[in-house]
């Protein structure tokens, strides 16, 4: 914020400078913050707070603003006028001294600081306005319970197996259907949604890509476009593909798996939140 103070008879002002800022809040996957907040340091901002849900996090981030062309001009213009007026000042105070050499010096001299004191309050600056800082709308997290390979042994034994038709696999299905899971994963196959262009199943197995080796649970987002539906908590990679790595948020689907002995073998998720890796 800049403000101007009046000094001395000559009503000369002098210039001083904080930095304004614009502020922020993006939000990232729970576990990819440090990746987040990489990205945006890069591009000159600084994270001012961090709060951690279950599901999201939001990082509160802010830079300086670029001092405004406008304002300098305005500043420059004020500095002229300034320089301006004490020119004048000081030729109507000579003309004056000049033209009543005859009056009482003692008047003069009352006369003296009542001028200084109105040249003062003339040359005194209105207080620039504080800025509003900007941020993005608000997004909140889900409460639910996060289910995680670190922190729940049953899903953690559960991304170990081999056998992607396990039966433990259809009874964590019909044991925590609705419930949220949290993982990293890999995009092991994809093809076109039924005769959609723009839609897609996308195959999901847990860990790292592997051209060689598959097993464990089949996980797949059914049915969905790589714009929105899989709810991007960074900027959307635009493509997505085999061997592409992924943080995945989720919500285990159980209305899909009605009959026991018609089971795909697949574990279908409703997206919560997805990151590159």
């Given at each position: 914020?800049?403000?101007?103070?009046?000094?001395?008879?000559?009503?000369?002002r002098?210039?001083s400078?904080?930095a304004?800022?614009?502020?922020?809040?993006?939000?990232?996957?729970?576990?990819?913050?440090?990746?987040?907040?990489?990205?945006?340091e890069?591009?000159g901002?600084?994270?001012?707070s961090q709060?951690?849900?279950?599901?999201?996090?939001?990082?509160?981030i802010?830079?300086a603003?670029?001092?405004?062309?406008?304002?300098a001009?305005?500043?420059?213009g004020?500095?002229?006028?300034?320089?301006?007026?004490?020119?004048?000042?000081?030729g109507?105070i000579?003309?004056?001294?000049?033209?009543?050499?005859?009056e009482?010096p003692?008047?003069?001299?009352?006369?003296?600081?009542?001028?200084?004191?109105?040249?003062?309050?003339?040359?005194?600056?209105?207080?620039a306005?504080?800025?509003?800082?900007?941020?993005?709308?608000?997004?909140?997290?889900?409460?639910?319970?996060?289910?995680?390979?670190?922190g729940?042994?049953?899903?953690?034994?559960l991304?170990?197996?081999?056998?992607?038709?396990?039966?433990?696999?259809?009874?964590?299905?019909?044991?925590?259907?609705?419930?949220t899971?949290a993982?990293?994963?890999?995009?092991?196959?994809?093809?076109?949604?039924?005769?959609?262009?723009?839609?897609?199943?996308?195959?999901i197995?847990?860990?790292?890509?592997?051209?060689?080796?598959?097993?464990?649970p089949a996980?797949?987002?059914?049915?969905?476009n790589?714009?929105?539906?899989?709810l991007?908590?960074?900027?959307?990679?635009?493509t997505?593909?085999?061997g592409?790595?992924?943080?995945?948020?989720?919500e285990?689907?159980?209305?899909i798996?009605?009959?026991?002995?018609?089971?795909?073998?697949?574990?279908?998720?409703?997206?919560?939140?997805?990151?590159v890796?």
């Amino acid at each position: 914020m800049e403000r101007e103070a009046s000094s001395g008879y000559l009503g000369a002002r002098v210039v001083s400078s904080e930095a304004e800022y614009e502020t922020r809040v993006v939000r990232s996957v729970r576990g990819m913050e440090n990746r987040t907040i990489s990205k945006w340091e890069k591009e000159g901002w600084e994270v001012v707070s961090q709060a951690t849900g279950k599901v999201r996090s939001e990082i509160t981030i802010r830079r300086a603003k670029p001092k405004s062309r406008l304002r300098a001009i305005a500043i420059a213009g004020s500095a002229a006028a300034a320089a301006l007026a004490v020119v004048i000042v000081i030729g109507v105070i000579s003309e004056q001294r000049s033209g009543n050499s005859d009056e009482d010096p003692s008047s003069a001299a009352a006369d003296g600081p009542s001028e200084q004191q109105e040249s003062s309050e003339s040359a005194a600056p209105e207080e620039a306005p504080t800025p509003t800082e900007i941020s993005e709308p608000e997004v909140s997290a889900s409460n639910d319970p996060v289910m995680t390979p670190e922190g729940d042994a049953e899903f953690g034994d559960l991304l170990t197996l081999r056998d992607y038709c396990d039966p433990s696999i259809a009874e964590f299905i019909e044991k925590h259907h609705g419930e949220t899971v949290a993982f990293d994963g890999n995009v092991s196959y994809m093809a076109n949604h039924e005769s959609y262009n723009t839609r897609y199943d996308i195959l999901i197995e847990a860990g790292e890509f592997s051209e060689t080796t598959s097993g464990g649970p089949a996980f797949q987002f059914k049915d969905v476009n790589l714009t929105s539906d899989l709810l991007w908590t960074d900027e959307n990679p635009g493509t997505l593909g085999v061997g592409d790595k992924l943080r995945i948020v989720a919500e285990v689907q159980g209305e899909i798996y009605p009959d026991p002995e018609n089971w795909n073998c697949l574990i279908y998720l409703e997206p919560v939140a997805t990151a590159v890796r």
